[in-house]
């Protein structure tokens, strides 16, 4: 069967040519004599994989020396919780920048733990904007501020980051590797893998170096950043096929030319849809202009039977996970950076079809 265009928020779109090295290396890797699945995480073949994996990120996202990089597992979600275990530290408060549905599940968990303060969130406006960060008021009293940098339900990212003595820490699952960053304004930064870097089960964590060895006297082994760091990620078996395939889209990642390539790529698709989208009759976009993501963009009709048209039309002619969230509703098309800009114009040329027959 022909590939489809997938427009999953994740898992979602991997580079053809990676797909075609893992086949090609599925059952026998190099002169391993067995599947990568099958190597234990201790062997000199995992080794190399594993060190070549972070390398890569290390030179991609230009991440400073001071800074340690982790594998690990349990989602993104894990961190709402391994954050607050061990960053609450002296003042047990932390900071949060509520940005949406993502943003809202860090907040709960952090609570468990110590004090939250909202010091901004765009709820009034069913998230469908970035708070100014001009107006913001950082008491140097919080532990650490917490952001989610792209909103992969609502469509909305962080085109500057705040300024704070306090660590910023970063949920950058859906926007990670799309452009790039400048990690030292972080004190950590965390994603799943499932959207821009491999397949799900790894989650990766950059983490500057005095931030580790802090974690609460009853956080749990697992959830101590401290034992990964120890243990070079290796203190319990590691994804390790997730890892491998990882490494694979970074080598894809630095054959586009790096993240600056990439982000002007992002730029270009994003740019051919919302262009389309705020032009069109039928369609419109629920994000102000100067917060939409690269990453996410959802889109309506005004009428939900025609969104639901659109949705049935949309995968018989191929493309495919066009549906909203299901606590916004609508269309959204997530086009991380292996979606090819073909992609979208083939769905750009879908909608116009589309919209000629309705609104004719
Ligand atoms: N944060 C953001 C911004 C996400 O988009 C997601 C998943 O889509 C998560 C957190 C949860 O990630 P996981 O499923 O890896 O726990």
């Not at 275990?85 to 949060?96: D, E, I």
């Not at 939250?116 to 913001?136: Q, W």
């Not at 990212?157 to 452009?179: C, G, M, Q, R, Y």
Request: glycine share 6%; hydrophobic share 40%.
């Amino acid at each position: 069967m022909e590939r489809v265009y997938n427009f999953s928020a994740g898992p979602s779109v991997l580079p053809v040519s990676v797909l075609e090295k893992v086949q090609k290396d599925l059952v026998s890797f190099g002169n391993a004599g067995m599947s990568v699945m099958e190597m234990s995480h201790r062997s000199k073949e995992f080794e190399e994989i594993i060190q070549k994996c972070e390398a890569l990120l290390r030179e991609i996202l230009e991440i400073p020396t001071n800074y340690k990089v982790l594998f690990l597992q349990g989602g993104a979600s894990t961190q709402f919780s391994m954050v607050p275990l061990n960053l609450l530290k002296h003042f047990q408060t932390a900071a949060f920048i509520n940005t949406g549905s993502w943003s809202k599940k860090a907040i709960s968990e952090a609570k468990k733990y110590g004090d939250v303060k909202i010091i901004a969130s765009s709820e009034d406006k069913n998230y469908s904007y970035i708070p100014k960060l001009e107006d913001l008021y950082i008491d140097p009293s919080i532990d650490y501020l917490h952001i989610t940098s792209n909103n992969t339900i609502e469509g909305t990212k962080f085109s500057s980051f705040p300024t704070t003595k306090a660590p910023l820490v970063a949920d950058f699952s859906s926007n990670i590797l799309s452009e790039p960053i400048d990690v030292s304004k972080f004190g950590l930064i965390y994603a799943g893998a499932q959207k821009n870097i491999g397949p799900a089960g790894l989650t990766i964590v950059i983490i500057r170096d005095d931030l580790i060895g802090h974690a609460n006297t009853l956080c749990p082994t697992m959830l101590d950043y401290k034992t990964h760091v120890g243990a070079s990620s290796l203190y319990n078996t590691p994804p390790t096929f997730s890892i491998y395939v990882s490494m694979l889209v970074l080598e894809w990642i630095k054959e586009q030319g790096g993240l600056k390539q990439i982000h002007e790529n992002n730029l270009l698709k994003a740019k051919l849809l919302y262009d389309f989208i705020d032009q069109s009759p039928l369609f419109s976009s629920p994000v102000e202009i100067e917060s939409r993501s690269l990453m996410n963009i959802p889109f309506s009709t005004s009428s939900e039977e025609i969104n639901k048209q659109f949705l049935v039309e949309a995968l018989a002619n191929g493309f495919v996970n066009l549906e909203g969230h299901r606590s916004v509703g609508g269309m959204r098309a997530s086009i991380y950076n292996a979606m090819p800009v073909e992609g979208i114009e083939k769905l750009v040329q879908f909608m116009s079809q589309f919209e000629k027959n309705i609104v004719e």
